[in-house]
């Protein structure tokens, strides 16, 4: 355990912050910006004294809130969202707001129209994204865990990028109040952490009903208990085989009108990197030696994922975006002829292209005579996708469920590992990263927890790993990866320092 004089914090934090830029605001300045849990509190499930981060599309009263945003950068939260407040209760401290893509729309962070947060693992390469800054933070030891948001990965991948854990809980077991909505039917607040066992207090601290989310609930009663006691039995994991996603990818690229180029971008997108493929072999082999058993199974709706996942989802950010309009949130332009010209002239200067262009396919997608053809069609997918996994992981609905086959669903999380940015010829088109969305997406779309976890280094870089589970299952999840991460604890970055027990 390293010393935890309050100065040392700081100037680790600083140290670190040039480099990754992974906070749009920190408050490190303030007398308790010091970590003040001992290495004796160790048992302690307790969050007490922890700092944490929270990515700046999340209310936190008197931080940021700018979402990534021109429009919003000057924005300060008037309140706090519900799963920060539940964490301040526990005695936890947010230190800062995190970098984002703007309204979380992207894959690196890069779409952030306030600054550029860099991989701690290599500082050329991205931190993958939406979350890019609260997975950089907790990958860099600044801070113990961090809230983020996963609308189609935004979790998962960054954690994946920069080797932490990435829990996207069941739709609903979370409450979103105070989360900027993107596109309300698929997003989640997630964590982003250092530990599995954090992982885990973070999320009995955060879950449950709110009263301000109607769409939040309480874990059934039969759902498997939180701190069950049931860590690691042996469990039937699915796993998603190599054929399948070959399969998917050809059926992806038939569907694709458009060049031969496009199709090609768009499988090769979605190919696991030998990195990644040897990575997701290695977890298997781990998993196995751990005692479970391990089936091969098919999801043959994968293929339609994406499309859904982004008809539906720029349809909702069209609808939920329509809010900035420079009147009652974002920056007035200082001259407008009228009402609708004040409109248009805010969110030319306010929205990035990555945004103006989703506000446009949403339209594109919900305008009138068309909805059969794009909307209803996606939603319609939705529901097939939702009944695959049902299938292999039993009904949500706990009561009625079918013999199931598997406890869990193992799922690569993203093709690659972190990307560059073009400087070295290594980076991913904003098409590219859409494709490659394929293996997120599904758990949004069908509301299940997805629980994703580094396995490997290759080349200086993570690969990570994800469980899919049945709805309100998350303890089975974490029972797992617990029980891996003892085996096979998880890696750090140079310069790494373990402030916290
Ligand atoms: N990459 C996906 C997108 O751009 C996921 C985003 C998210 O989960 N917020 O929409």
């Not at 695959?388 to 690659?416: K, N, Q, R, W």
Request: overall charge neutral.
């Amino acid at each position: 355990m390293a010393s935890r004089a309050p100065e040392t914090y700081r100037a680790y934090c600083t140290q670190w912050e040039e480099q990754i830029r992974a906070f749009i605001e920190m408050k490190l300045a303030s007398d308790t910006a010091f970590p003040v849990v001992s290495p004796g509190d160790a048992q302690a499930k307790g969050l007490a004294g922890l700092p944490f981060a929270v990515k700046d599309n999340i209310a936190v009263q008197g931080f940021s809130l700018s979402c990534g945003s021109k429009l919003l950068e000057d924005l300060c939260a008037p309140y706090t969202a519900t799963a920060v407040r539940k964490l301040e209760a526990t005695g936890a401290w947010v230190l800062g707001k995190t970098n984002l893509d703007e309204f979380g729309m992207g894959s690196s962070t890069d779409n952030s129209a306030i600054q550029r947060t860099n991989n701690p693992w290599d500082t050329s390469r991205v931190a993958g994204g939406s979350s890019g800054g609260s997975a950089a933070a907790v990958a860099a030891g600044i801070v113990p865990f961090a809230l983020g948001s996963d609308t189609g990965g935004s979790v998962r991948q960054p954690a994946s990028f920069c080797g932490v854990l990435g829990l996207k809980p069941s739709y609903g077991a979370v409450s979103r109040y105070g989360l900027v909505a993107y596109a309300s039917s698929l997003e989640n607040i997630g964590i982003l952490a250092d530990t599995t066992a954090r992982c885990r207090s973070v999320f009995a601290a955060i879950r449950g009903k709110d009263p301000l989310d109607q769409t939040s609930q309480d874990a059934p009663a039969e759902a498997p208990l939180l701190y069950g006691h049931d860590s690691g039995g042996p469990k039937v994991i699915g796993v998603l085989s190599a054929e399948a996603i070959a399969k998917a990818l050809v059926a992806v690229a038939a569907g694709i009108e458009g060049s031969p180029g496009t199709k090609e971008t768009a499988v090769q997108a979605a190919s696991l990197e030998r990195e990644v493929q040897q990575g997701f072999e290695l977890a298997k082999t781990r998993l196995a030696a751990l005692g479970h058993r391990l089936v091969e199974v098919e999801i043959p709706s994968l293929k339609y994922g994406v499309p859904a996942y982004y008809t539906i989802a720029t349809a909702e950010a069209s609808a939920n975006l329509a809010r900035f309009d420079g009147v009652r949130y974002g920056r007035r332009p200082l001259e407008a002829e009228n009402p609708e010209d004040l409109i248009d002239k805010a969110r030319e200067a306010g929205f990035g292209p990555e945004v103006k262009l989703r506000i446009l396919l949403g339209t594109f997608v919900l305008r009138s005579g068309f909805q059969d053809r794009y909307y209803l069609r996606a939603q319609r997918i939705r529901m097939g996708i939702r009944r695959s996994f049902e299938e292999l992981l039993g009904s949500a609905e706990y009561g009625i469920s079918a013999s199931p086959h598997c406890d869990a669903i193992l799922m690569p999380v993203f093709p690659t590992r972190a990307f560059g940015r073009g400087d070295a010829g290594e980076t991913l088109s904003p098409f590219a990263q859409k494709a490659a969305d394929l293996y997120t997406c599904c758990a949004n779309l069908a509301g299940l927890p997805a629980l994703a976890f580094p396995v490997s280094l290759a080349g200086g870089l993570p690969v990570g790993v994800q469980l899919l589970g049945r709805a309100f299952s998350e303890a089975t999840l974490l029972d797992l990866v617990e029980a891996y991460e003892q085996a096979h604890p998880f890696p750090h970055p140079a310069a790494y320092h373990a402030f916290w027990p």
